[in-house]
């Protein structure tokens, strides 16, 4: 045994083990398996899979795989509960809510340690991290729901919720999505991941006793194939899932024209960025948190290190000898930081990509490469040197692994952080408030945090740009996710279903009145451009009449306009005041022109002359409403965590195709085209089929608006095939689309390439009410960015 003296000299740590007796005892209690939690009851348990203990190898307990049939049972309990639940005041489930963050709270150890023995965390991290969030979250939510009807007027709730999460916070995952789902009126199925379902069945025992009604929350353990029925069922509203790109895109596609909301939380490679200004001892203490934080699987680990090439050298020494100090073992022990990995699987994975890491010659350098003699661990990594196109650059590895590289400029850190197809977080250090800020800016993640890392809060939104994926969870804008805000529905109105028949070349045509080359050209990049198929097709009148020719464009005039539209992008840069200004401008030529264009909409449509007077009055008054908003669709500051200012703001896009329905020519590529460019985005828009002509007429409107080049593209053509093209696109970051149903399936499946964001409508929409800020809620996206404050 140790003398205290010889301690007193090594100040080496002692074991300090966090008992584990109730948990066991708990576990003891289920040795026969779980079943899964329907209806407020639990059911008989089934065919039962194993649940092990990463840190020992040992099996803990047997969870139900859940069959088609359990999820259906899910399904039918949550759509049994739902009118009643949805029925309660909002005050009603906010203390529903509150009883559930009470209990979470009383139960803070028991939960920390069953998160910790079924995921190897270290109890550390579940008692001081997740399980306090935990409760945190189910209280702001609490919130939430007394505010819901005032707060979000004009919004119901979605239905019935399938939330599939994964098993790297499972009790917090489960609370991001059950606390917002119920706080905003809806019922939910949740599947926990396979390797670590306790804390939810845990949690489903808290269900019944804060006395939650039975089928509002309901818990199906399973694997993967579990998780899918649960996408495919169709008494499914909404699906909300976090875990891989990979299945993210599976369900992206097995969603597609399904009707059902979908929000994706995925992947990551965070860029961890440190200039030469930074303090360096605090930006170590921070790459400890990103990356050696829950053995780094974490969706959001700062796992790439950035760092400035004056002081790269000074960094990585104070690195490695704080790796030194890093003790890795069991998750158990409160003084352990690095824990155990989830699952053999997972440290295959890990370390198959270490493998294919060192066949390219990079150098991994480790302060301890000894490890528990049993269990799954990994040791904390350090890769200096990796160039941006290693494979351990560009995969998620989830692991300890940090890489390495260094940087000149700032605009090379931009370059280099924004190298991923990710997008999920950033960590940016540096004492120059300036840099910080600008680099914050113009990073393409969700979440960046400045001189802190992994910052997390209920009342913070969370979640990806690009294939990190699409939606967020936390505060006023994860609540969009579990409310229905749709614009008013419409009647159809009048149009011909357009025949689309090509005619060679845009030369004037016989049929055409007058025989002049009135053939309507694509504009593309502020010029008029011809169709590179060189054919055009005739717009009829409701007679049949032939009033004028219209390109047909097709994939390269597409891909031509995204170009241009990329190309276009400090209009996402100028100030809003400016946008303002250039919108107006649109408005006033519009208004100037107004009799014209009624004629075109008659002559297309054969409406009445009032009925196209008043499409475009309303065509000009919008324009108008968009211009006021341009400066007026604030973020804000969210009410986090002490001395940090948490800015949310909204960022456009970047690129977005927009693609018109025949109704409503005019006003509805007015409604799309102008909300989209007064939040800073560059549009690709594919007008009416059947009546293109008053957006070809459109941009002489643009033209003399001052509207640069580029902010404005138009594609004429077969609405349904631009549409394809653009979703598939890898360079189109958000897709509006009002078609017809296979139309709006084809978008959806089509996206989950590059995991665009979508919005599809197969319905008409009441254009003349198709206003306001749903419209500029879908034109952006919350980036939220921590700000600490203080020495
Ligand atoms: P995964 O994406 O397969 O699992 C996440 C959840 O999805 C689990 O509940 C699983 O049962 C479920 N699932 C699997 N296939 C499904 C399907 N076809 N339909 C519906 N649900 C399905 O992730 P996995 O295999 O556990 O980990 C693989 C890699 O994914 C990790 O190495 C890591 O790189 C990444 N990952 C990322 C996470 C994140 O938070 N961003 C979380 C977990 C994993």
């Known amino acids: 045994m140790a003398l205290v003296k010889d301690i007193l000299r090594s100040m080496d740590y002692g074991p300090s083990p966090e008992s584990s007796e109730h948990v066991r005892a708990w576990l003891e209690k289920h040795k026969a398996g779980f079943g899964h939690f329907i209806g407020g009851r639990f059911t008989r348990p089934g065919m039962l899979f194993d649940v092990f203990e990463p840190a020992t190898g040992e099996r803990i307990a047997g ?9 259906g049972a899910a399904v039918a309990a949550a759509r049994k509960a739902l009118p009643k639940w949805a029925a309660l005041s909002g005050y009603e489930r906010s203390k529903h809510l509150y009883a559930l963050a009470r209990h979470v709270q009383k139960r803070e150890r028991f939960l920390s340690v069953i998160e910790t023995i079924d995921n190897g965390k270290p109890i550390r991290e579940s008692r001081d991290i997740d399980i306090p969030l935990v409760a945190r979250h189910f209280y702001h939510h609490a919130g939430w729901a007394s505010l819901i009807e005032t ?10 919720c399938g939330q599939i999460i994964p098993w790297n916070f499972p009790l917090l995952m489960l609370a991001w999505k059950i606390a917002p789902a119920l706080a905003a009126g809806n019922t939910a199925v949740l599947k926990p991941a396979e390797y670590t379902p306790l804390t939810a069945l845990a949690f489903a025992e808290i269900c019944v006793e804060a006395g939650l009604p039975a089928g509002a929350v309901n818990i199906v353990t399973g694997d993967g194939a579990t998780g899918a029925a649960l996408v495919a069922h169709e008494g499914v509203d909404k699906i909300a899932f976090t875990g891989s790109t990979e299945v993210g895109r599976a369900i992206r596609k097995a969603t597609a024209g399904t009707g059902k909301k979908l929000s994706l939380e995925l ?84 370390e198959r990509l270490m493998r294919e890491g060192a066949e390219e010659g990079l150098e991994f350098w480790r302060a301890d490469d000894r490890l528990p003699n049993r269990g799954c661990f990994y040791p904390p990594t350090l890769v200096t040197g990796v160039e941006p196109a290693s494979i351990l650059a560009r995969e998620e590895i989830f692991g300890p692994v940090l890489v390495a590289t260094t940087f000149r400029t700032p605009d090379e850190a931009v370059a280099l952080a924004n190298n991923t197809r990710y997008g999920l977080a950033a960590s940016v250090w540096t004492e120059n408030v300036n840099r910080a800020l600008e680099v914050a800016a113009r990073i393409k993640a969700g979440v960046v945090w400045i001189n802190s890392t992994n910052m997390f809060d209920a009342a913070s939104g969370f979640g990806g740009y690009r294939e990190s994926g699409f939606g967020r969870e936390g505060g006023r804008e994860g609540l969009f996710e579990y409310r229905i805000a749709e614009p008013p529905a419409g009647k159809p109105y009048p149009a011909k279903a357009a025949r689309l028949s090509a005619l060679p070349g845009t030369a004037p045509s016989s049929e055409f009145a007058g025989g002049l080359d009135r053939t309507a050209k694509l504009y593309v990049g502020g010029k008029q451009a011809r169709p590179d198929s060189g054919y055009s097709y005739a717009v009829l009148d409701p007679r049949g009449g032939v009033i004028g020719l219209a390109g047909l464009g097709n994939r390269k005039d597409v891909r031509n306009a995204v170009e241009a539209a990329a190309k276009a992008s400090s209009w996402g840069a100028a100030t809003a005041h400016n946008r303002a200004q250039v919108l107006y401008y649109v408005a006033e030529n519009l208004s100037a022109r107004a009799d014209e264009f009624a004629g075109r909409l008659r002559a297309m449509t054969g409406v009445s002359a009032r009925a196209a007077e008043a499409e475009v009055e309303a065509s000009v008054k919008r324009a108008f409403v968009y211009a006021g908003f341009a400066d007026k669709f604030d973020g804000a500051v969210h009410a986090t965590r002490s001395r940090f200012v948490t800015l949310a703001m909204n960022e456009p896009w970047g690129v977005m195709g927009i693609v018109c329905p025949n109704e409503a020519p005019l006003l509805a590529f007015v409604s799309f085209v102008m909300p989209a460019i007064a939040m800073g985005n560059c549009v690709v828009a594919v007008p009416s089929a059947a009546h293109p002509l008053s957006a070809t007429d459109f941009y002489t409107v643009l033209d003399a608006s001052d509207v640069s080049a580029g902010v404005v593209n138009i594609v004429t053509g077969e609405s349904n095939a631009l549409a394809a093209t653009l979703a598939e696109h890898d360079g189109v970051d958000a897709l509006w689309y009002v078609g017809d149903a296979a139309g709006a399936a084809k978008v959806e499946a089509l996206s989950a390439g590059n995991l665009k964001a979508t919005w599809v409508a197969s319905s008409a929409l009441d254009w003349p009410r198709a206003e306001g800020r749903a419209f500029l809620r879908r034109a952006t996206q919350v980036k939220n960015i921590w700000t600490p404050y203080g020495e």
């Open 267 to 350: 992947g990551g490679k965070s860029p961890f960025v440190v200039f030469e200004d930074a303090d360096l001892d605090s930006a170590v203490e921070g790459v400890v948190d990103a990356i050696w934080f829950n053995q780094g699987q974490v969706c959001c680990a700062g796992s790439r290190l950035l760092a400035a090439e004056g002081v790269a050298d000074a960094l990585y020494a104070k690195l490695r000898a704080r790796m030194a100090k890093l003790r890795v073992g069991d998750p158990l022990d409160k003084s352990t930081d690095v824990g155990a990995i989830v699952a053999p699987a997972q440290l295959e994975r890990i």
């Open 151 to 160: 707060e979000f007027e004009g919004t119901r709730p979605v239905g019935v």
């Open 63 to 71: 969870a139900t795989q859940g069959s088609d049939a359990d999820v």
